[in-house]
C-alpha cells in the first residue's frame, strides 16, 4: 500500500540529510567565528604572547576531563529513566554535543545530544531532560564553590560604586562575587530540587507531541547530591585548566607565570562564577564576552592584571580546540542516528527553551 501524498516518508531522507549538513556548517561556522573574535582580542590586550604547547595541551587535557564528570552525571540522570546509556555513548554524545554552544540560539547543543544519543536507544525528549538537569545542577555546584571561595578570599580589589547602595559607597570585589555566587546557588538549587524540577519538566513535556511523562527521568535527592558531586570535582578540573594555560603563557606586559598554588581555589572559583555568569546572562554563543569579563577580574589578585586578561582569553581558545579534537575523535566511533530520531530531535529543538552548556 503505498503512503499517501501527504505522508513525509518520500522526503524524510533527504530532509535528514539537509538537516545534518545544516547543523554540520552551522556548528564549523559557529566555531569558526569565535575563535576569529577571541583571537582578535587578545591581539587587542596589549599583550606580547609567546606560548608553551606542554602546558597548554595539559589545560586542555584537564578541560575534557573536567567534562567527562558532567558526561558521567548525565548518564546517571539517563540511568534513572527506562533508556539508560552506556558510559562511552554518553561520553561522546556529552562531549561532541558541546560544539554546538557556539551556534547562536543555544538549542543546538540539546538537539546534537540527543541526535548522538538516540542511536543506543534514548528517547530524545528523555536525552533534552537529561541535559537541562545536567546543567542546571553543574550550574548549582559552580555557584556554591564560587561563593564559598570568594566568601573566604582575602584581600580583594575594590570596587566603587557610582552610587551608593544601602550607604555602602565600595566594596570588596571578592565580597561582591561571594554575594552574587549565594543568591546563583540558592536559585539554581530551588530549580533542581527534584521536586521543583518535576513540575517545570512536566509542564515542557505538555509541549512536546506524543511525549508523556514515561520519558522523564526518575529524580532523586540521592541523585543530586550525586551529581552535585560529580560537577564539583568538574569544577576543579576546569579551574586547573585555567592554572594550566596560564602557565603556557609568557611575555612582555604579562608578569611572570609563576604564582601561589595557595592561589589555586581562587582560580577554581573565578572559573566557576565566570561560566555560570556567561550561562546566565545569554546574549552571545558560548557565554562570548561575559566568561571573559569576570575572569579578567576575578583572576587579577592571583595571576595579576596582564596575565590575567591573557589567560582569559587563551583558556577560550585552548577550550574550543579540546572540544573540536575530542569531536573529531569520537564521532567516527559512533552510530548514526536514523529519520526518525533526527526528526525528534528537530521537533525538540522547536519546543524546548533556549539553552546553552558552559
Partial sequence: MKPPPSSPVGWRKPATRALKAAVAVLVFWGVGR?????????????????LHPGWLAASGLAYLVGLGFCGAFYRDVLGASPTPLSRFAAQRAYLVSHLGKYVPGKAVVVVMRAALSTPYGVRAS????????????????????AAVVFAAGGDSPVIRLDRPLLGVREVRAFVLFALI??????????????????????????????????????????LLGLGLARTGVAWVFLGLSQVAAARGLAGAGMGTTAFDPATIPVVVASVALATVAGFVVAVA?????????VLMYALGPAFGPGLAVAAALVLRLVWVAAEVLAALVLVPLGRSSGPERIRAAEELQEAVPISEAP
Fill in 34 to 50: 569565535h575563535v576569529l573574535r577571541t583571537w582578535d582580542d587578545l591581539g587587542r590586550s596589549g599583550a606580547t604572547l609567546q
Fill in 181 to 222: 555566587a549565594a543568591g546563583l546557588t540558592a536559585a539554581f538549587l530551588t530549580v533542581v530540587a527534584p521536586p521543583v524540577f518535576r513540575k517545570c519538566a512536566g509542564t515542557f513535556l505538555l509541549k512536546v507531541p506524543g511525549v508523556g511523562a514515561d520519558a522523564l527521568p526518575t529524580l532523586s535527592w540521592g
Fill in 126 to 145: 528523555t536525552s533534552a531532560l537529561a541535559t537541562f538537569y545536567e546543567t542546571l545542577v553543574m550550574m548549582a555546584s559552580g555557584a556554591a564553590i
Fill in 285 to 293: 554563543p558560548g557565554g562570548l564576552g561575559v566568561r571573559e569579563s
